[in-house]
């Protein structure tokens, strides 16, 4: 077994989001990092690439202030996240927003909604199955592993580690393969940052529920759960809890690339109802797509799960979703279902009619009265219900689909593992999707993948350096300077940098948007003075009134066009 002399600062099992942000980081603090990653090639497949790249808390703008976002996370956890880690990451987010700006980062508004104010660009497009290559998360997954090689850190492919070694309880490296070769690499250090378990079953079975072969793996299906293995096998502990982030596929994914990660079936399945292969409603639809997700998974293996709805479903949710189910799922070759009646809807599906028009006609019935309690099994109404009476009604096979486990290795505010004394581990740190605890406890909600992975990918490093003695300003995140490429041995207190986002790099723009109305005024008042000078002499009155009408088409053209001009940089430079 080859084994390597004490090179590196710290050791990063991982090369996703969060380990190349962590490893990137840990460069500009003056440290040498080894980031393993299992993968091989320039885009070795991981979740962080394959996601649709959105950064929020709660759907809620990072930018918010720390206080409002802390409460975001208290109050959609029901106060089960742990305290520290939401102070952590409200905190944090933004400055990750604004650290990877500075990395060469592109970012995008989405859509109007607050929670799709920063996009990683360019998006994904608007079209069904898979599309990651050279969108915003790949290219800044890229840029990341590019940056760490130029200032000295290491990023080693097909390498997948096995063991953590300790000594006196305290990390002092890790065994495993390089190239199918066995290995130890030695650090005082290590950062476990490989993702969840979603694709081990033995896990998932343990810790989220029964039937792994009914949920489809809807990510990179790289995590195995071995860095939180790892873990417990040296003291460390994993959160409570037994929920996952994934939303309602149509089952054909099991068959057609063509139809996921997406359009999910989530606006359908909980603005309509979900009936198994009795005909009856199974599941409370009503409180989320990731909830439904979460209900169906933890189901009994069933052949068939269909989310019920009509026409006017179909014309509304449907349409709504950031990558829509209508008309994108169709044009991929999904499975839809159309009846002119319950009757012929419940043949197609394979249900007995019977039951289905009775589950329909209840289900109707109870929201038109306002009793949708008290139905057989429970409906909410945090997502709308809406009548499926409008022919056709329709009807789309489903499945489960799980993105990443939101349980895992239990850490504090620094990014430190802990142990069942919920004491640090000596050296051991964790980041990203391998860790739980920000989502809340036995009913965890997401919070947000790319932002937790990012974000406490930047505090483990920064502790790490802490730790080491090096000195640094949290500002000094975001500026190159001649400190940094010393390693920022020395304390310093550089302002934020200077260099220029948004709107700064576009004077001409700016100026319209700032100055819009005033440019309008004033060329709406001489175009008025030009046109009456050249037209009342010849024209009299009505080259007055000419002149005029003049004026005010100038002044709504160029008002139209500054509040263009606002309207496309708002959704492509995020301020």
């Known amino acids: 077994m080859t084994e390597s002399k004490l090179l590196y600062d710290l050791i990063i099992i991982g090369g996703g989001i969060a380990g ?3 490893g990137v980081r840990a460069t500009e603090l003056g440290l040498r990092p080894l980031v393993l990653e299992q993968g091989e090639g320039v885009d070795y497949p991981n979740n962080s690439r394959m996601s649709g790249g959105i950064l929020h808390i709660g759907f809620h703008d990072p930018y918010r202030s720390p206080e409002e976002l802390e409460e975001v996370i208290t109050r959609l956890t029901d106060g089960e996240a742990k305290p520290e880690l939401a102070r952590a990451l409200a905190h944090t987010g933004s400055r990750l927003i604004t650290w990877l700006q500075g990395k060469g980062g592109k970012f995008m508004r989405f859509n109007p909604q607050e929670g799709y104010r920063w996009c990683m660009a360019p998006p994904r497009a608007l079209k069904a199955g898979i599309d990651w290559k050279e969108r915003g998360p790949d290219l800044i997954l890229r840029r990341l592993a590019l940056d760490l090689v130029e200032r000295g850190g290491v990023l080693q492919l097909g390498a997948r580690v096995t ?4 000594d006196q309880g305290r990390f002092v490296g890790v065994e495993g393969t390089c190239q199918g070769t066995p290995q130890i690499w030695n650090a005082p250090y290590g950062v476990i940052a490989d993702g969840g378990f979603q694709a081990n079953r033995q896990l998932f079975e343990k810790h989220i529920g029964e039937h792994f072969d009914s949920v489809f793996q809807r990510g990179g299906r790289t995590g195995r759960g071995d860095g939180l293995s790892m873990a417990m096998d040296v003291g460390g502990v994993i959160t409570p809890g037994n929920r996952f982030y994934g939303h309602v596929l149509c089952s054909d994914a099991k068959h057609n690339d063509a139809v996921w990660p997406y359009p999910e079936v989530d606006a359908l399945a909980t ?20 909830h439904l997700a979460n209900e169906l998974a933890a189901r009994a293996k069933t052949e068939k799960l269909f989310a019920v709805f009509d026409q006017t479903i179909w014309d509304g949710p449907g349409v709504s979703a950031r990558i829509p189910a209508n008309p994108l799922l169709e044009r991929a070759g999904g499975t839809i279902l159309r009846a002119t009646n319950a009757t012929e809807l419940a043949q197609q599906m394979g249900v007995p009619a019977s039951a289905f028009i009775e589950t329909l006609n209840q289900y109707n019935d109870h929201l038109k009265s306002g009793r949708l309690n008290t139905l057989p099994i429970q409906r909410s109404e945090l997502v709308k219900a809406m009548p499926i009476v409008n022919a056709p009604l329709m009807a789309i096979p489903i499945c489960p689909g799980i993105t990443y486990t939101m349980v895992g290795i239990d850490i504090d505010q620094h990014a430190q593992v802990l142990d069942a004394k919920s004491q640090p581990i000596p050296g051991l740190f964790a980041a ?18 790319l932002i937790k992975s990012g974000s406490f990918g930047l505090i483990a490093a920064e502790r790490i350096a802490t730790l080491e003695g090096k000195q640094f300003t949290l500002e000094s995140a975001n500026q190159k300077s001649s400190a ?11 302002a934020v940098s200077n260099a220029a986002h948004g709107l700064e790099r576009f004077p001409i723009l700016r100026s319209m948007i700032r100055h819009g109305k005033q440019i309008a005024s004033a060329l709406s008042i001489l175009t008025l003075v030009i046109s009456y000078l050249f037209l009342s002499g010849p024209l009299g009155w009505l080259g007055s009134v000419i002149a005029i009408a003049l004026a005010l088409v100038v002044l709504v053209i160029i008002l139209g066009v500054v509040e263009m001009i606002t309207l496309i940089t708002d959704f492509l430079i995020p301020e």
């Open 20 to 22: 190349l942000t962590t």
């Open 484 to 494: 940094e490429s010393e390693g920022l041995t020395k304390a310093t207190s550089v």
């Open 163 to 166: 063991r953590l070694l300790m």
């Open 271 to 290: 603005a309509g109802m979900v009936i198994d292969a009795t005909g009856n409603r199974v599941v409370d639809e009503g409180i989320s797509g990731v």
């Open 432 to 449: 990203g999707a391998t860790t739980g605890g920000i989502e809340g406890g036995k009913n965890s909600v997401y919070i947000g993948g």
